[in-house]
């Protein structure tokens, strides 16, 4: 089941996330983040009349995704950064891209344009993944976090909404 997030899942989602954040240069976060953390981040999202959406299976919550403002400035408005992190146990089972068409999905609803999406690089899953859905490269930052003592590069994805919801309708996309 996907749903919207609620303050009560802060706990949890804060759990699967402090794994990236501890284990992996997915996330350029060095320190955990803590439950009163992630309810705050929660409520920017619902602030700014943001989707972030929680998928549950068997009433645990074993992933998420959200949309945040892409900038701060007013002509941004149109655009978001898409996030997704789904605990271990649950990969590759398909909730990635449940979650995924359910944000998209809400994003065309509220009139979002554009959909942006960094990846730290390497990541082959998390690439194919974007451009599953239709997603773009569109920059390529070299060296630009250090985690884990090393250098490490994000790339920038980026879909049209109007695009992907176009190519949705027509069947080319899988999902």
Request: hydrophobic share 45%; aromatic share 12%.
């Amino acid at each position: 089941m996907i749903r919207q997030a609620k303050k009560t899942d802060a706990a949890r989602i804060a759990e699967i996330y402090n794994y990236y954040v501890m284990n992996t240069c997915i996330t350029f976060e060095v320190d955990p983040v803590s439950e009163g953390e992630m309810s705050l981040r929660i409520s920017e999202c619902e602030v700014n009349n943001l989707p972030w959406l929680v998928a549950e299976h068997e009433n645990l919550v074993i992933g998420y995704c959200y949309a945040s403002k892409w900038k701060g400035r007013c002509a941004y408005q149109h655009s978001v950064e898409a996030t997704v992190y789904l605990d271990l146990a649950a990969a590759s089972k398909g909730w990635v891209s449940e979650l995924y068409s359910a944000l998209f999905a809400k994003l065309v609803e509220i009139n979002v344009h554009a959909v942006i999406s960094g990846i730290a690089l390497p990541n082959e899953a998390s690439v194919a993944l974007h451009e599953k859905f239709g997603m773009t490269k569109v920059a390529h930052f070299r060296e630009v976090g250090r985690k884990f003592d090393r250098w490490v590069d994000v790339g920038y994805w980026q879909c049209l909404l109007p695009t992907w919801q176009e190519r949705k309708s027509t069947a080319c996309l899988d999902l």
